[in-house]
């Protein structure tokens, strides 16, 4: 270890020392590696009761898309869920990192947390790093004060709306509930009304696919509705599975379960050269 | 000719740009048109808003005409290239006029014809800066197509441009079927333009509707909503 001094970060806060370095990069043709997206439809909506969350289940990197079905409704707090759109890291640690300093406010407080904490947490985090944390999310909750639905951009900025979209496809989402969207909507509707959306989303946006989440809250609770539809199934080209030439005459038939063959050591060695 | 004082992009591969003019940007803009085929002929919509930049500058402008006897051009996009490209136009029909052979151009022609002219603009780097919906019915037949500023063209049985492709398409998708009845046909664009109405800036609740059937053509203007 050189006990020369290093350098460090000022404390706190994003670092914005090498941005003028990558602009100028990026003017020359040098662009960064494309990071993985979930190029998403996210959707809310509140109904009757509370609210409901929907979000599609692809995430891509590029043109590939790596992960066919990934969780885009993330745990904020028992009342509290939200869907993140924009660079995966950064949904997940933002929302992580949120959900445990309300967990902390909890136990400080001895009450059930609330929406708009949620999102003050959040917008403030966001501002500070300047839209660098390119998390777009829509937060939904139900807490004391009533149903809550909001949307958060990257840059720090929040709307409080009946129905919210966000990624991707929210113009195809957003062209669903404009056109069918109306106050006192009841669960079933609603859970059907979000489908809607989530699908227009899968079908007409290339970069959401795959299935649909649902997560409904409501005073007494919430129910996760993970792969509520699944419009996108596996198909296999024969539907049979293999089978042998009709010519071939069957000798003998003889099932082995492989459980009994497998022998397992309890704390055996480690695997020798 | 008249010298423009052109910006000259950094890594410019054409040379020379003073003695030549090309459309770099749009000005008067036009917002989305949207059409269907239904039963009986075509559908098509388009507001009548022309934008300057972000100024709703003109409120009453018709951006859907008839081009002959059988079909209609409705276009988004710069309002003065779509003037030059119904001035070719009038030219196309006239000339097939003269011939007075008891044939007249097609829907399926004059898309033919303006897919070549966005596509050799395009190829001179001066494009037409426009999103066109060709629509129309000859002798029984509904036809209904699109070219795009770089000369993409396509027929399908329902069409939008600009951000009618984002917000339109994804409910005609849905609630689209063979054989639609004029009300459905109606209250399916109505609802597109809703939509439109809601979520783009640059539209306007002032629509013109164009209604083409097999036995004549009819048009609304100024519906106003």
Redesign the interface.
């Known amino acids: 270890m050189s006990k020369s001094v290093i350098k460090t970060p000022p404390k706190g806060g994003f670092s914005f020392d090498l941005c003028k370095r990558n602009e100028m990069l990026a003017k020359k043709g040098v662009n960064p590696p494309s990071f993985r997206k979930t190029g998403t439809t996210i959707v809310g909506l509140i109904f009757q009761d509370g609210v409901i969350l929907g979000a599609d289940t692809r995430a891509t990197e590029g043109p590939i898309v790596c992960d066919k079905n990934c969780e885009k409704i993330h745990y904020m707090a028992p009342n509290i869920y939200c869907c993140g759109a924009g660079t995966a890291a950064d949904t997940e640690a933002v929302t992580d990192m949120v959900s445990s300093q309300l967990q902390l406010h909890r136990y400080h407080t001895g009450r059930e947390s609330r929406v708009v904490t949620a999102l003050t947490l959040l917008k403030r985090h966001l501002f500070n790093y300047q839209g660098y944390v390119s998390a777009a999310l829509v937060l939904g909750g139900v807490d004391v004060t009533g149903p809550h639905l909001h949307t958060i951009y990257p840059h720090g900025s929040t709307d409080t709306l009946p129905f919210a979209t966000m990624g991707s496809g929210s113009?195809?989402a957003?062209?669903?509930f404009?056109?069918n969207y109306r106050e006192g909507l009841t669960r079933d509707e609603g859970i059907k009304l979000v489908t809607?959306a989530i699908c227009?989303g899968i079908?007409?946006d290339l970069g959401s696919g795959s299935n649909v989440d649902i997560c409904v809250i409501t005073k007494g609770g919430k129910e996760y509705l993970r792969n509520h539809l699944q419009p996108n199934p596996r198909t296999y080209t024969s539907s049979k599975g293999y089978s042998f030439p009709k010519k071939t005459e069957v000798l003998l038939t003889k099932i082995t379960p492989l459980k009994e063959k497998v022998e397992i050591i309890e704390g055996g060695d480690v695997m020798e050269e | 000719m008249n010298f423009m004082a052109l910006k000259q992009p950094e890594n410019s591969l054409l040379g020379s740009e003073s003695d030549s003019q090309r459309t770099l940007y749009p000005y008067v803009t036009g917002t989305s048109v949207v059409a269907l085929k239904y039963k009986d002929g075509i559908l098509m919509a388009a507001d009548m808003g022309g934008s300057y930049g972000s100024t709703l500058r003109y409120k009453s402008v018709e951006r859907m005409k008839p081009i002959g006897k059988h079909s209609l051009l409705g276009a988004s996009g710069e309002i003065s290239d779509f003037q030059e490209i119904l001035h070719y136009l009038d030219e196309l029909i006239l000339y097939d006029n003269m011939w007075d052979d008891g044939n007249s151009l097609g829907p399926k022609e004059v898309h033919n014809y303006l897919t070549r002219v966005m596509y050799n603009r395009r190829n001179k780097f001066n494009p037409l800066w426009n999103s066109l919906v060709l629509g129309g019915v000859k002798n029984g037949n509904k036809y209904l197509g699109t070219v795009s500023m770089i000369g993409v063209n396509f027929e399908d049985n329902h069409v939008a441009t600009g951000f009618g492709n984002?917000?339109?398409?994804?409910?005609l998708?849905?609630e689209w079927h063979e054989n639609l009845s004029f009300e459905d046909g109606v209250k399916l664009l109505e609802?597109c333009v809703?939509?439109l109405l809601?979520?783009d800036r640059s539209a306007v609740n002032k629509l013109q509707v164009h209604i083409f059937l097999y036995t004549c053509r009819l048009h609304l203007l100024d519906k106003s909503s």
């Open positions: 113009l195809a957003m062209a669903v404009e056109s809607e227009s079908f007409n | 984002h917000l339109a398409r994804p409910i998708r849905q609802k809703h939509v809601y979520r």
